[in-house]
C-alpha cells in the first residue's frame, strides 16, 4: 500500500466541503482508495498515525458515524478517546471550550467533533488556531450546515462503482437526482458541493416546504448551471444515472411543513415504479438511518442490483482512513 498522493495536503482542518476544490477532492478519492485495499487484507492495521490520539467528541448522539471514525482511527493505529455528550461534565455545566481544552490537555492530536448547533467545530478550530496548537479539527456533522464526512464517502462509492480511471471530473455527464429532506439536511449541502466539484448535474427534488428557492444561490456562480430545482419527482428522476434520496426527519411533522409520511411516500416516496423513469441501470443511495416505506421502499432498498447502500456503509472506514491520514501528517 502506498499513501503517495498527487496533490500536497495543505488544509489543517476539514470543515466545510465548500472551499474544497477539485485537486482535494481527487487526493482524497486516491488514498481512500489506497486504504481501501489495506482493509481487503487480512490484517487490516497500518501504522500511519502510530503514536497519535484522536478524540471523538460528539455532542450528539450517532452510531455509525461515531463508530466509523472510531475504527478508522484504529486501522491507523491511533490511540482514540470518546467522549458522549449525555454523560459528561457539559451536564454540570462545563463549556464545549472547557471540554476540548481537557481532550487537548490530554494530548489529543485530532480532534472528530459532531455538534447538533452549527458551526461548532468551526469555533472550536479557531480556538485551538488561536491558542497556536497543532491540534487538528474534522467536523463530522454541525447542525443543518454540513456533513464533509458523508459526502466524501458517498463520492467515493460513486467513483468505486464507476471505476474510473482517474478521479478528475468522473462524474462529467452524469445525471444525480437528490430527493427529499433537503432543507434540514446536512449531508445535502456536502453532496452539493463535492458532487458538482466533479462534474455532475444535480437536480433536487421535494415538497416546496422542504426546498427554498435560495438552495439555488448556495453554489458559486460556475457552478450553478449545474444545479436544477424541483417541486415534482419526476423530472429529477428522468434520465438520472443516481438517485440519493435522504431522511426525512420525522421531527419536521410537528412543524406542520408535511401533511403526513403516507402523503409524502406517496409523491416523492423512490419506489421501483419511480425508478424506472431513471436510466436503466440507475443505482441508488441513502446516508441512513433509513425509514424503510418512507423515503424508499423496502424492495428496492435490498436490491443489490439497485441498491449501494451497503457499499455506502463499507466506503465510510476507507474515507475516513483518508481523512484522517491526510490532516494526521500534513505540515
Known sequence: MTTETTTAWTKPHILSLETFAAPEYETLLETADSFREVLSRRTK???????????????????RTRSSFELAAKRLSADTLNFSGSSSS????????????????MGA??????????????????????????????????????????????????YQWLSSSSPHQFLAGKKVALVGDILHSRVARSNLYSLTAMGATVHLAAPPTLLPKAFQGLLPESYQD????????????AEADFIMTLRLQKERMSDHLLPSLREYHQRFGITRDRARLAKDH??????????????????????????????????????????????????
Not at 461548532?120 to 443543518?144: F, K, S, W, Y
Open 45 to 63: 492495521k497500518v501504522p500511519a498515525l502510530q503514536g497519535q490520539v484522536v478524540a471523538n467528541l460528539f455532542f450528539e448522539p450517532s452510531t
Open 282 to 331: 440507475v443505482k441508488i443511495l441513502h446516508p441512513g438511518p433509513v425509514n424503510r416505506g418512507v423515503e424508499i421502499s423496502s424492495d428496492l432498498m435490498d436490491d443489490p442490483e439497485c441498491s449501494l447502500i451497503s457499499q455506502q456503509v463499507a466506503s465510510g472506514v476507507a474515507v475516513r482512513m483518508a481523512l484522517l491520514y491526510l490532516i494526521g501528517t500534513s505540515s
Open 90 to 105: 457539559l451536564a454540570k455545566g462545563e463549556t464545549i471550550f472547557d471540554t476540548a481544552k481537557t481532550y487537548m490537555a
Open 226 to 237: 449545474q444545479l436544477i430545482c424541483h417541486w415534482e419527482i419526476e423530472p429529477a428522476l
Open 109 to 158: 492530536n485530532i480532534m472528530v467533533i459532531r455538534h447538533r448547533q452549527a458551526g461548532v467545530p468551526h469555533t472550536i478550530a479557531a480556538e485551538m488556531d488561536r491558542l497556536q496548537t497543532d491540534v487538528r479539527i474534522l467536523n463530522a456533522g454541525d447542525g443543518q450546515h454540513e456533513h464533509p464526512s458523508q459526502a466524501l464517502l458517498d463520492l467515493f462509492t460513486l
